[in-house]
Structures are given as structure tokens and as C-alpha cells.
């Protein structure tokens, strides 16, 4: 049987920060805890940082086809307003024809996967799903391609990346309304 309590715990554990742990929370992949053992420790419940959780929907209508926008300012404005200081963002695109995920904002760089996804999946070539009266099996291929969701880190209440990281929406059937999840947790 599955302890609910347990798994809250070990979901925890991602967000745990060292000078909140118990060492009576402690479990060893040995069973016990010896000086071999490795320990997890656990988040004490009774700490002062509970664990927050918020979710925002961004919404977007491109005006074409495809497109790729910059939406780091508004997941940043989430996580502020999530109070969030120390945590874990999720961002997805909640469509089967669009896509969220992280590279630099260079203008080549979006021409550049526009030419390739092109090439990759043509709008006009042939596919089976568009026998079905459809005519976005390119953009279906595309959002695999480019991917679902990203996840990152919260330090300090601030977006935590590496060099020129920014998140990006990236848009492969438009021209109708959809939307970005964003999901953040932590302390």
C-alpha cells in the first residue's frame, strides 16, 4: 500500500534545504543507517518553510503559422508572484502543436530553426495524419521535435541560467488561442 504521507516526503526531498533536515527523517538504502549506507533525508514538516505551490496560465494567438516568442519575463513574473525563493519551475506548452524550451535569443538562431524544422517536416509534404481532414501533422513533428516542457531552477526568487538561457514559446499551428502552463514550487 502507498503511504500518501511518504511520497509528499520523498517529493520533498528535491526541494529540501540542508538546515531544515532531521536525521531522524533519515532512510538508508541498507535499511539501517550504517557508515556505508547512503542516507536521504527528508524535509521536517514541522519546519518554518512550508512548501508553496502556484500555477499560472500564459496565453498566446500568434498572428502566423509558426513563430517563436520570448517568454522568460512573464514566467519570471510567475515565480515572483509565487513567492517562491527556492524551487523548481515547470513550464509547458499545454497543446499538441506548440512548444516550450530553452536557447538563446538570437534572430539567426530563429531563422535558423525555422529552415531546419522546415526541411525536417515540410507544411507541404505528405502525411498520413492530414488524411484525416487535418492539415498540422508538420507542426505535430515539429513540437517533438523541439519538445514539450522545461523545467528550471528558482535561486534567490530569480530564474536560475546558465549563459543566454531564456525560455522560449515556440508556436507551430497558430493563428488561434492557446495556452503555457507554469507551475512552480519550492520554499
Known sequence: MINPAGILSLF??????PARFRDSDCLAS?????????????LDPTA?????????????ETKTRRAYLNITSQVQAAVQKSGVREGLVLVNAMH????VYINDDEQGLLKDYEAFLE?????SGTYKHNETGEDNADAHIKRQVMGR???????????DFGPWEQIFYGEFDGRRRKR???KVIGE
Open 12 to 17: 520533498r526531498l528535491v526541494l529540501a534545504v
Open 30 to 42: 541498507s535499511g539501517r543507517l550504517g557508515q556505508n549506507a547512503r542516507r536521504i533525508r527528508l
Open 48 to 60: 518554518e518553510g512550508r512548501m508553496k505551490s502556484y500555477r499560472e496560465e500564459l496565453w498566446f
Open 96 to 99: 499538441i502543436t506548440a512548444s
Open 119 to 123: 526541411r525536417l517536416a515540410p507544411q
Open 149 to 159: 516542457e522545461v523545467v528550471v531552477a528558482i535561486t534567490g526568487g530569480r530564474l
Open 180 to 182: 503555457v502552463l507554469v
